[in-house]
């Protein structure tokens, strides 16, 4: 019987609007060790990677001695439906899985996959909500077609909000990622998604106090919808060098900890010792530390 070669490691790969990254692990445990990473460019002006982007995503892998034959791909945020969808409570025994898929579908063109989420009730809230994420088909099949076409089994389609959960820890926490594909901003009760926003790149200034208002009033609503956020960590992912100006002004509004650091114990081999796996890398190596039955995809 044949039996298909599968990685002797896990690798997460992200989709950004100019780049592809990709981080090969190997687990030692608790621990992760980063046997390859690759940063390449992508063909502009393409919703999806080309063929050509990924091969040499493939190439530039295969020359730090990883071939990939299977992978997690993130969905690009900008791709993914999110909502927050007022619904009977459960006790209600309303079919609610069913009813949230109807109101997804008034929002998402043609058939799609879903997963829902129930809110924490809240005495300042009279209705029950839940927080639901789409990701058409048509998207799907776009994304996995060049993949496929050099012979990576892609496992999973992940969606960056549940990669990111995985790394920047278990507490209650507000995640503030702000990258090339725009800013997103994404809210946590330990292992419970609460929140997601993304805004397009377009939207977005280069100057972190505008950034950090943008996201003022979505940061006030939150802490006021879930308490438990109150005591919440911020943590700021996405671009290095504006870390510390975007920290400064969360602290002008904020009494909070505020961090950029990811809670995975990761090592980097031999070849990549010398390199830094900064926050721009988070959604990456969360891709990559994905456990099949576990995580939502």
Not at 149 to 171: C, D, F, H, K, Y
Request: glycine share 6%.
């Amino acid at each position: 019987m044949m039996v298909p070669v599968r990685n002797k490691f896990s690798v997460g790969i992200d989709v950004g609007s100019d780049t592809l990254r990709a981080v090969a692990l190997r687990h030692h445990g608790v621990k992760c060790e980063i046997i390859a990473a690759v940063e390449s460019g992508r063909t502009p002006n393409h919703p999806h990677p080309t063929q050509l982007d990924v091969q040499r995503l493939v190439h530039a892998m295969e020359r730090q001695g990883v071939r990939i034959h299977d992978a997690v791909i993130g969905a690009p945020s900008d791709r993914l439906m999110s909502s927050m969808i007022e619904l009977p409570p459960r006790s209600s025994g309303a079919p609610i899985d069913s009813l949230a898929k109807a109101e997804i579908a008034k929002s998402i063109h043609g058939s799609f996959e879903s997963y829902i989420w129930d809110l924490p009730e809240s005495p300042r809230q009279k209705v029950t909500e839940y927080f639901a994420i789409a990701y058409s088909h048509e998207d799907a099949d776009e994304l996995l077609a060049p993949f496929e076409a050099e012979g990576i089994t892609i496992s999973a389609i992940e969606p960056e909000l549940t990669a990111l959960a995985r790394v920047t820890g278990s507490n209650n926490r507000v995640v503030l990622d702000i990258g090339s594909r725009g800013a997103r901003l994404y809210a946590y009760a330990r292992s419970s998604v609460l929140f997601a926003r993304c805004n397009p790149r377009v939207e977005i200034s280069p100057d972190p106090t505008s950034i950090v208002r943008g996201f003022m009033g979505t940061i006030d609503y939150l802490v006021n919808r879930f308490p438990d956020l109150e005591d919440a960590t911020v943590v700021v992912l996405g671009q290095p060098h504006l870390y510390e100006e975007v920290k400064q002004e969360l602290l002008k509004e904020f009494d909070a900890d505020v961090t950029n650091k990811l809670v995975v114990d990761l090592t980097s081999s031999s070849q990549l010792r010398n390199y830094s796996f900064d926050s721009r890398w988070a959604s990456t190596i969360g891709l990559a530390t994905r456990h099949a039955v576990k995580e939502v995809a």
